[in-house]
């Protein structure tokens, strides 16, 4: 997740302006897709996954928990 939402601030500074508030849910959003079904895919192969704790993560970190 730390990783990601480096990205993101960098990405901002690279287009000179950060993310609005409808920008940054939908950014939040397709982040937290993108981590929910790595994790599925980790649980299914495996039945076991670390994806489900960034997956939690970001969903404190965009304030929705």
Not at 24 to 51: I, N, P
């Amino acid at each position: 997740v730390d990783e990601m939402l480096a990205f993101l601030a960098d990405y901002e500074e690279g287009r000179g302006r950060a993310f609005g508030v409808d920008e940054r849910k939908r950014v939040y959003a397709h982040l937290a897709y993108s981590v929910a079904y790595t994790a599925r895919c980790e649980h299914a192969l495996t039945g076991e996954g670390t994806a489900g704790n960034a997956a939690v993560r970001l969903v404190q970190v965009a304030g929705l928990l």
